[in-house]
């Protein structure tokens, strides 16, 4: 994807000039927590390139890393992360192309405080195809990462796996096959049940027009316990996106026919959902679930287009107990605002759930986004709150903070007369799109403007974020 033509606003405040640019496309998430703050991971498009980038969130809601930081700064394309917790360190692992374009998958760990122990990073599946959906859950030895790769003769679709040390050591130089049939298996999820991983994905055996969820168990020794995989979900209906994590029992989750649908799964490999649940059968389209569980309840969150006007899709959620019982039919709101919210991807704290989503709000861009969600389901910021809130590029904050301006230490938005925002008036919007004041070209007085996130908009295609700070 590339990036939107930028346009350039300083805003000084505190003796200190920030550049503020157009914001790279932001998508994908994942989320895990360290027993104190949870880490999101993100993939960022920048020109022509993709990027991992990360950002610490306390449970209050405190975004520690604003704008986040780099998983990899080894001068290829990444994308796709994922990321677990080891107890010591987490993992971040992402598809890259430094040495194919079909790419590889790499990944580095990453302490609690946000220091990134392999900026390189170090590969972890070196196989032959097209590498996709990576997923990955430590099982209290090792990590299991899985993918799946995409051979053009033949188009054959398989489940790979590889397990890493918590010392960040690759422990199987030649990947295992988790599903290898002569059909695709495409889209997998794993977790991790104190004694052995659960690998789920789609399954075209019944026929190239349906996809079906089966499963497989996984040692951590990287022994496949399941090697003909287990039907989970056979349906008429094609499914699609399986997401699974561990209680007392294993959940999966999948979207199927526009509906959000689950099933149990024990230890043992036993199905005990043969025919589905069903998590939420509301009107319009519900698809892309993510799944976590508090110790009590599991939790899913989905997103869900059943607001009207088009392409208004907002996240959902809603809990199921450990008896498979749904306890909020169809759901209640996550993350709502006036466009579009998707691809949401959820943790457990001790205190609450973090669900982080793809968000674009006003201009088109795309942003992370975060809500939290107690665990007796009150969605605690239901507007969402941005991870990526500074506007600003790596790298140029530190450059421009070292000519500060202090004719605007009062609190001054200043847009330079030599930029395409100088001329006419540009709007000041708020987070919800509501326009706060007008702008014109030169000093703009923002000091009675409350602390957070607002918009620069010239025109519907040339919006800004500013962020106003005391």
Known sequence: MNRTKLTIVTLAL???????????????PAVAFDGTNFLVVWQSS???????????????????????????????????????????????????????????????RVTPAGTVLDPDGFPIGLGTGELYNLAVSYGGSCYLVTWYTWQAVGEDC?????????????????????????????EPSVAFDGTN???????????????????????????????????VCAHPHSAGSPRVCFGDNYFVAWGESDDIFGARITPDGVVLDSTGIAVCSAPEVQWTPTIAFDGVSFFT????????????????????SGAGVVLDSNGFVVGAASRMQRDPSVAFGTT??????????PGGQSDIYACRVTPSGVALDTLGFPLVSQGIEEGEARATFKTPTTSIARGVLHLPRNTSASSSTSLLLDISGRSVMTLKAGSNDVSRLAPGVYFAQKEPSAVTKVIVTR
């Open 197 to 231: 991983f659960l690998t789920v994905w789609l399954d075209r055996r019944a026929g190239q027009t349906r996809d079906d969820i089966y499963c497989a168990r996984v040692s951590p020794a990287g022994t496949v316990l399941d090697p003909s995989g287990i039907a």
């Open 14 to 28: 505190c003796g200190a000039s920030v550049l503020l640019r157009a914001q790279p496309y932001e998508s994908k």
């Open 158 to 186: 398989d489940v790979m796996a590889a397990r890493v040390s918590p010392a960040g050591v690759l422990l199987d130089s030649v990947p295992i096959p988790v599903s290898a049939a002569a059909t695709w298996e495409t």
């Open 46 to 108: 920048e020109s022509t390139e993709y990027h991992v980038r990360s950002s610490r969130v306390a449970q209050d809601g405190t975004v520690l890393d604003p704008g986040g930081f780099l998983c990899c700064t080894y001068n290829s394309g990444h994308g796709d992360p994922e990321v677990a917790f080891d107890g010591t360190n987490y993992l971040v692992a992402w598809w890259d192309d430094r040495n194919t374009p079909d790419g590889e998958v790499y990944g580095a």
């Open 352 to 361: 609450c759930y973090l669900v982080a989503w793809e968000d674009q709000r």
């Open 301 to 320: 969150a989905w997103s869900d287009d059943r607001r009207p006007g088009g392409s208004n899709h907002d996240i959902f959620g809603g809990r199921i």
